[in-house]
């Protein structure tokens, strides 16, 4: 399958550039009928005995500036995971000229380029006498390349289940959850569960292949724990369905089932790719944000109700909702296999 055939004409204009407050007014596109609401009437859009999954991780403040050793110039690093190693790889701006041995300086913090550059990351070692800390004293939350707004509090790009810091993007669908969002919800008889995928590159970076079976996924750290597991397991008991907030928690889900469907409690990397044609074993519905044209993570909406994808994009385009991280969402059920 071509790349081309999961991009679609994006106006800048439609682009989101500002957060909505309160969050769950968003809007929220249901691709069952085409109908429009508001992100707050999620609860009553599921059934009592349905299990929504959140990703709690949170954004790292990984957008880290600095200067070339002996020389002065500017890098930018943009950390995305901690390697096994103990190296952590990095998107480098500019990449070209960082070889093994490039010393770059930052507040608090050295780094030595150890690998790389391939496609713009590179592997460093990072050394402070508490990396993580250093990271979080010197770097800034990265925003999106393509929102040129401001926010007046960096906390807007955290969903209010961020709890475990690893990732470099937000779960954007998860921006649009409020504490009265999940009241509803309890009140509708329906769990919250979590699980925690830490976004790394693939989350904003659009296919550089012709051909979708060719893109390598950028591998991301992520983990089940058991109470999410037990939910999965009452709901289906009871016939409810797992309602998967975001691409990210489909992933993390999908990777770690077996055929049966049964969800592994467990930790590891994933480089999970779903494309048309694979199979869905976990997740009944999906509510997510409009993505990047010719992204993975297009290719996963295509992948999970089929052809709609484009008919849910064109009519949201049409009706005015805004894209992107910042913008809104839709609610879409699994196609029939």
Known sequence: MRVEEFTYPLPESAIAQEAIEPRHDARLLDTRDMSDHVFLDLPSMLRPGDVVVVNETKVRAARLVGQRAGTGGEVELLVLTARTDGMWEAMARPARRLRPGVEIEFEGLAATVVEGPDNGIVAVDLRADDVEAAIAAAGRVPLPPYFKGTLSDSSRYQTMFARSTGSAAAPTAGLHFTPEVVRRLQTRGIEVASVDLHVGIDTFRPISVDRIEDHRMHSEWCSIPEATADAIVRA??????????????????????????VVECRAGETALFLKPGDEFRVVDALVTNFHVPGSTLVVLIAAFMGDKWREAYQTALKRGYRFLSFGDAMYAERQAP
């Open 236 to 261: 289906r008991q009871t016939g409810g369905r797992v309602v998967a907030i975001g691409t990210t928690v489909v992933r993390a889900l999908e990777s770690f089932a077996d055929e049966g469907g």
